[in-house]
């Protein structure tokens, strides 16, 4: 079963707005909450992430925030620009090597 | 530096054949990590390697996928008897071990199509 729930599915933002992914786990285990970037074509690169001892964490345009209670997190991204369109996954793990990927969210960023 | 890379990028093959992937991780890392990744889908973990041993197979989803890693860098994906539902994209991905919390590293994938 998935692990890990994703959504929205697919979002539209306008250039210099915000896009928000949020994710939801049941696992309380899971001590990793990592999001990656997909273009068409590649792997998945890591952009950001977050361990639950802290409840946010910020770089560059790039924010995580994370609520161990209700076992939720999300990513923020600021100043939404052309070249972030892109497929967004959140994953978690307990450690690091057995990753649980989200289904992922495709960004379209509109000039 | 190099980054992971996997071949054959794309490989068509008919249901029932064999097929073999190949990963080269980044090197220096000693664990390697194969996900398949379904159209619309996020990866889906397979196996783990930690050096040449698996350390975790619990993703494989039956006896017909196996893979190895017989000198602890370079990691063959075996599939046999091919289904059309093994159609996906197969990733690599490898991390260096010993370090809390590392990045994994994807390759760009074979895309496998079993007609």
């Known amino acids: 079963q998935q692990q890990v729930k994703q959504s929205p599915q697919s979002l539209i933002v306008q250039k210099g707005g915000i896009s928000i992914i949020n994710c939801a786990y049941e696992n309380t285990a899971f001590d990793y909450f990592p999001w990656y970037q997909q273009f068409p074509g590649k792997g998945p690169a890591l952009l950001i992430a977050i361990r639950p001892d802290v409840s946010e964490k910020k770089e560059g345009r790039f924010t995580i925030s994370f609520n161990k209670s209700a076992k939720q997190f999300s990513l923020h991204i600021m100043d939404s620009q052309p070249g972030d369109s892109a497929t967004y996954f959140c994953?978690?793990?307990?450690?690091?090597?057995?990753?649980?990927f989200g289904a992922g969210t495709t960004v379209t960023v509109r000039a | 530096g190099a980054g992971v890379s996997q071949t054959p990028s794309n490989k068509v093959t008919e249901k029932g054949k064999y097929v073999e992937l190949r990963c080269d991780p980044i090197s220096g890392h000693t664990a390697l990590y194969w996900y398949r990744q379904s159209l619309g889908q996020g990866p889906e973990f397979l196996i783990y390697?930690?050096?040449?041993?698996?350390?975790?197979d619990s993703g494989l989803p039956n006896d017909r996928f196996f893979a190895v890693r017989p000198e602890g860098s370079v990691s063959t994906l075996k599939i046999q008897r091919t289904e059309r539902g093994d159609s996906a994209v197969y990733l690599c991905?490898?991390?260096?071990?010993?370090?809390?919390?590392?990045?994994?590293?994807f390759g760009p994938g074979t895309r496998l199509t079993v007609l």
């Open positions: 994953a978690a793990s307990k450690g690091d090597y057995k990753l649980s």
């Open positions: 390697f930690q050096g040449t041993g698996a350390a975790d």
């Open positions: 991905a490898s991390s260096q071990q010993g370090i809390s919390y590392n990045e994994q590293f």
